[in-house]
């Protein structure tokens, strides 16, 4: 499912006028500004730590992304592989599904020490949350070629090899987009919450990092803006996803999926 | 024309009971005669598209077997046209028809001359760069035809080709398909509901009786010709209509 937004004012207004009622009830009630800042001065302290913020912003969008590409090539390769052979989806299956369910703040801690570089630790965390949709959806598109066209190739003697290059593959391509869709945003949830679980240690500097340093420190409003940029990430991965996707899909299948 | 050619092949006891102890043919024997068109006429669930099945080789007969004479035919030479065009929604027209040939390890160069020929036996010329999605049912239908006849096959199995499609439509399409027959040199095995369907396009109909299917009936059709006119005759009421009591007939307890 991709959500566009068709026209962008509404949307634009009712930010506005909460964006004007939270600076307004701020003032209003003279809420103290470590226990919740107004807009303004957010954005004061967005534009004062700007190069540290959008630096860590990099930081939690790099590891993201790598989780991210890794999870895409890791589930549709290793979906392909147990689509191969019955055998290797029952016995790879039940793991993948432990280590979706086990929950990730769980492992960190162990990933942080086991492995050396942090940033592959951070990665390896990301990336554990984020390869099971596109493993399962990728697995459930492989199987979803329509019967009669299956028939068709075996009446025509095609061999494993061509009916998944030309059959099962295609017909999977939109699955596995929408389970990159859904993995996008579990990688980012990945990454901050290894980042948390890292702490202070000094090896992060993402975002999550930057939203504990501030935290501990009462600076309220830089907290807010890490968040705000943080929320940003989110949205902006999430529409790159879909761009690329119905791009994708536009190529291979047509408007009509 | 007449039906003293040796038969393509003959169904000999066919059986199939499927896994769970449904029993969709029992005993089924009949003759395809070499380049006719044979339809199989029978109710739903009768076992039609698995009889198909048997003789394409996509399933197995569990008891009885397929004589064919002489060579049985290869991987490739049966065409087989589905209920729904059954095409590739990502592939055009002309990648559609290809895939046999792909399959086959041909090479588009290779390919190029059946395809075009194909394309023009259903009168798509034109069409080869849409998709699927960009096509009419009917067209649709004619695509799965095209990719069908375009490997030359001895022998073509089509299974309810017209069904989903609305009168007008069908009726072209029988047309097209008997003008097609004129062209090429096949055996064409027929699925269908309709009656009428059978009788106009048909040298010889099998009739079946209700699940567990066994054929009840060998008709040979002999109308003087095939053409829109032929369908207000008598001559035309008179066939269906026999061939209706057949029918009704197997339906009978
Ligand atoms: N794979 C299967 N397993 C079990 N039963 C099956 C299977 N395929 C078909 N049948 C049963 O066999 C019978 C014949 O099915 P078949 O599809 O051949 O009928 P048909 O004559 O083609 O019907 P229709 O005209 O509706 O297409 C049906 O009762 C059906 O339920
Ligand atoms: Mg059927």
């Known amino acids: 499912m991709t959500i566009r937004l068709k026209d962008p004012l509404p949307p634009t207004l009712i930010g506005m006028v909460l964006l004007l009622a939270w600076e307004g009830a701020v003032r209003l009630f003279e809420i103290p500004h470590y226990v919740l800042p107004g807009p303004v001065l957010v954005a004061k302290a967005l534009w004062q730590n700007a190069p540290l913020l959008f630096n860590s912003l990099w930081v939690t969008l790099e590891i993201t992304l790598v989780a991210l590409i890794a999870a895409a090539l890791g589930g549709a390769a290793l979906a392909f592989v147990m689509s191969r052979a019955r055998w290797l989806e029952r016995s790879l299956l039940p793991y993948a599904i432990v280590a979706q369910v086990t929950p990730i703040v769980a492992i960190a801690p162990l990933i942080i020490i086991w492995v050396d570089s942090a940033f592959a630790a951070l990665v390896l965390c990301a990336w554990i949350v984020a390869f099971f949709p596109v493993l399962a959806n990728t697995m459930t598109g492989l199987k979803s070629a329509d019967p009669n066209l299956k028939d068709l190739f075996r009446l025509y003697g095609a061999s494993r090899w061509q009916t998944q290059t030309w059959l099962e593959t295609p017909t999977a391509l939109p699955y596995f987009f929408a389970g990159l869709r859904i993995s996008g945003g579990l990688a980012l949830i990945g990454a901050v919450v290894a980042e948390f679980v890292a702490g202070t240690g000094g090896a992060a500097t993402g975002l999550a990092f930057r939203i504990l340093e501030a935290g501990y420190r009462l600076q309220i409003p830089k907290l807010f803006a890490a968040l705000l940029l943080l929320s940003l990430a989110g949205v902006l991965i999430y529409a790159t996803l879909s761009i690329l996707s119905s791009w994708a899909l536009q190529r291979w299948h047509g408007n009509d999926l | ?253």
């Open chain 2, 1 to 253: 024309m007449t039906l003293s050619a040796k038969p393509l092949l003959t169904t000999n006891a066919i059986s199939r009971v499927f896994p769970d102890g449904t029993q969709a043919l029992d005993n089924v024997s009949f003759d395809i005669p070499q380049g006719s068109i044979t339809s199989l006429l029978g109710p739903s669930g009768c076992g039609k598209s698995t009889l198909l099945r048997i003789i394409s080789g996509l399933d197995n007969a569990s008891a009885g077997d397929i004589h064919w004479q002489g060579e049985a035919p290869e991987t490739g030479e049966i065409g087989f046209v589905f209920q729904d065009a059954t095409l590739l929604p990502w592939a055009n027209v002309w990648d559609n028809i290809y895939l046999p040939f792909r399959i086959n390890g041909a090479s588009r160069e290779a390919a190029k001359a059946a395809i075009e020929n194909a394309v023009s036996l259903v009168a798509l010329g034109g069409f080869e760069q849409h998709r699927p999605h960009q096509l009419s049912g009917g067209m649709r239908m004619r695509v799965s035809i095209a990719r069908a006849l375009a490997t030359n096959p001895s022998l073509l199995l089509m299974d309810e080709p017209f069904g989903a499609l609305d009168e007008m439509t069908r009726f072209r399409l029988n047309d097209d398909l008997l003008r097609i027959k004129e062209t090429i040199n096949c055996t064409i095995i027929f699925v269908t509901h309709s009656v009428f369907e059978a009788v106009y396009l048909s040298d010889k109909i099998a009739v079946m009786s209700p699940r567990p299917g066994r054929v009840i009936a060998e008709e040979d059709i002999a109308l003087t010709s095939r053409d829109a006119a032929i369908r207000s005759t008598a001559e035309f009421a008179q066939a269906c209509g026999s061939i209706s009591a057949l029918l009704t007939e197997s339906e009978a307890p």
